[in-house]
């Protein structure tokens, strides 16, 4: 009966044993599992960082192509304003030289004197119309010169910049830069900050590349009254500060001082009402025209040196 009992239970210590060693092998087996899925985690975690930055470096992509997509627009626009006001001035050309030839066909019935006086008339009509050529096409190579200086000049000054503190424009035959004081000097005095020294190292690169042009600075403030030891009235500051402006192109920038010009215009041609804080920081300006030399646009008005342009 004993040696019953003592096999019973050598056969439950070892079904014991088993059923442990089973045990402790699916244990091992899932902290194996635990390892790996770990493991796995971690590579995905990390390919997820690099899929994040691809993305932002794809978004800041998008952005920049967007931005020279609207700079681009802007351009268009320009040249296709350019091009519809040539058209019109071409069809006014167009109708006066028509006019004066029907005025001349109703002529034909009057004396070889008279005759003689309409040819002559019909030479002067054709020079007169080699001549407006000639204007047009200068004023044609004249329009596509300030378009392309006004649309690089937008994207070299773009970066950094709020539109408010900067415009620039194309009017007639010149390149408009209205620069706001805050940007360039410090407050009432004619001090650069190193704000300006940055945009107008910019502006420097493009006047020095086109050295047919001219530079003119104009300094304008509101009309509240300044007087102390270094300012007088606002005459005094509007020129200290064109001044300043020069004196940085010419000496920082190496631009030939004898295309460099500065003006003062004091509180007045203000553009805005100096009624309100937001008009007086409109008044209180700079500006920087870009335009032929006289001497060249004078060219144009005469015939003999207009034909060997």
């Given amino acids: 009966m004993m040696n019953t009992f003592s096999k019973f239970a050598l056969l439950l210590l070892l079904l014991a044993s088993l059923s442990s060693c089973v045990a402790k092998k699916k244990f091992t087996a899932l902290q194996q599992e635990l390892a790996l899925s770990k493991t796995e985690l971690a590579a995905a975690n990390k390919d997820l960082g690099k899929c994040g930055v691809s993305l932002n470096e794809y978004m800041n992509r998008l952005s920049i192509c967007e931005q020279e997509r609207a700079?681009?627009?802007?351009?268009?626009?320009?040249?296709?304003?350019?091009?519809?006001?040539?058209?019109s001035q071409l069809a006014d050309c167009q109708n006066l030289r028509d006019k004066q030839l029907s005025q001349v066909g109703d002529l034909t019935k009057i004396n070889k004197s008279a005759n003689d006086n309409i040819r002559e008339t019909l030479s002067q009509?054709?020079?007169?119309?080699?001549?407006?050529?000639?204007?047009?096409?200068?004023?044609?190579?004249?329009?596509?010169?300030?378009l392309a200086l006004a649309v690089n000049l937008t994207q070299m000054l773009r970066?950094?910049?709020?539109?408010?503190?900067?415009?620039?424009k194309v009017d007639k035959t010149v390149v408009f830069v209205n620069l706001s004081d805050k940007m360039?000097?410090?407050?009432?005095?004619?001090?650069?900050?190193?704000?300006?020294?940055?945009?107008?190292?910019?502006?420097?690169?493009?006047?020095?590349?086109?050295?047919?042009?001219?530079?003119?600075?104009?300094?304008?403030?509101?009309?509240?009254p300044i007087k102390n030891s270094c300012m007088e009235d606002n005459w005094d500051l509007s020129v200290k500060r064109a001044t300043a402006v020069v004196r940085a192109l010419q000496k920082q920038y190496k631009?030939?001082?004898?295309?460099?010009?500065?003006?003062?215009?004091?509180?007045?041609?203000?553009?805005?009402?100096n009624d309100t804080e937001a008009g007086r920081a409109t008044n209180r300006r700079t500006r920087i025209i870009i335009l032929p030399k006289l001497d060249q646009f004078y060219d144009l008005l005469d015939p003999s040196k207009a034909a060997g342009k």
């Fill in 159 to 168: 970066d950094g910049i709020e539109d408010r503190d900067i415009e620039i």
């Fill in 184 to 224: 360039l000097y410090q407050s009432g005095n004619a001090t650069l900050t190193p704000r300006a020294q940055e945009v107008l190292d910019k502006i420097a690169q493009i006047v020095s590349a086109r050295p047919e042009l001219e530079v003119m600075v104009e300094g304008y403030t509101d009309n509240v």
């Fill in 255 to 273: 631009v030939n001082p004898n295309r460099l010009i500065a003006a003062g215009r004091g509180e007045y041609n203000a553009l805005a009402s």
């Fill in 71 to 87: 700079n681009a627009l802007k351009g268009q626009q320009l040249y296709e304003d350019q091009i519809l006001f040539l058209k």
């Fill in 125 to 146: 009509l054709e020079r007169k119309d080699k001549y407006l050529n000639l204007l047009q096409a200068a004023k044609t190579r004249a329009d596509s010169i300030n």
